[in-house]
T-cell receptor
């Protein structure tokens, strides 16, 4: 079974721009979660989508948004990029019962200049 | 605010040594405590702990949770260079997953 895939793997943007990241879960998984990892703040939960609905949300500003499609693929969007948004963005998928059994993707490394 | 504190932040040992990584928390209510290993990018799951005092083992790795004293430990015996990684502890409460800063373990040959 193929693992969680994320595209693109690396991205460079400038302040003020917006960015969309994509995550394809493991086949059959219906829940996708997104995380931000930075050296200063560590790994932080952004949000979780299940069956096309946002089920949980972390403590991030509204510039961070996401969505999930009927095939469980998910996208995360960050608008009006700031330098502090430079991070590794990880997504993880699970069947849907809970996040304990989640599998992480390789991440997208975003650099904001 | 709920806190997850890992110690030490970094650790350098030699192959064959035994290490103990700590995760203490100030979380009022949680469903499970999880340990992950992160080598390059994607964290990989190690253990899920829900009950106090029950040790989980996988090869040279073991972990236990103490809900009374609010901490968990991850033990690695007979360390190998392949154990070099960042070890993350996280608490999951159905709505949120809160991670510690991680312990960077370096195992020298």
């Amino acid at each position: 079974k193929a693992g969680v895939t994320q595209t693109p793997r690396y991205l460079i943007k400038t302040r003020g721009q917006q960015v969309t990241l994509s995550c394809s879960p493991i086949s059959g998984h219906r829940s996708v979660s997104w995380y931000q990892q930075t050296p200063g703040q560590g790994l932080q939960f952004l949000f979780e989508y299940f069956s096309e609905t946002q089920r949980n949300k972390g403590n991030f500003p509204g510039r961070f948004s996401g969505r999930q499609f009927s095939n469980s693929r998910s996208e995360m969007n960050v608008s009006t990029l700031e330098l502090g948004d430079s991070a590794l963005y990880l997504c993880a998928s699970t069947l849907g019962g809970g996040l304990e059994t989640q599998y992480f993707g390789p991440g997208t490394r975003l650099l904001v200049l | 605010e709920d806190k997850v504190v890992q110690s030490p932040l970094s650790l350098v040992v030699h192959e064959g040594d035994t290490v103990t990584l700590n995760c203490s928390y100030e979380v009022t209510n949680f469903r499970s405590l999880l340990w992950y290993k992160q080598e390059k990018k994607a964290p990989t799951f190690l253990f899920m702990l829900t009950s106090s005092g029950i040790e989980k083992k996988s090869g040279r790795l073991s972990s236990i949770l103490d809900k009374k004293e609010l901490f968990s430990i991850l033990n690695i015996t007979a360390t190998q260079t392949g154990d070099s990684a960042v070890y993350l502890c996280a608490l999951y409460n159905n709505n949120d997953m809160r991670f510690g800063a991680g312990t960077r373990l370096t195992v020298k040959p």
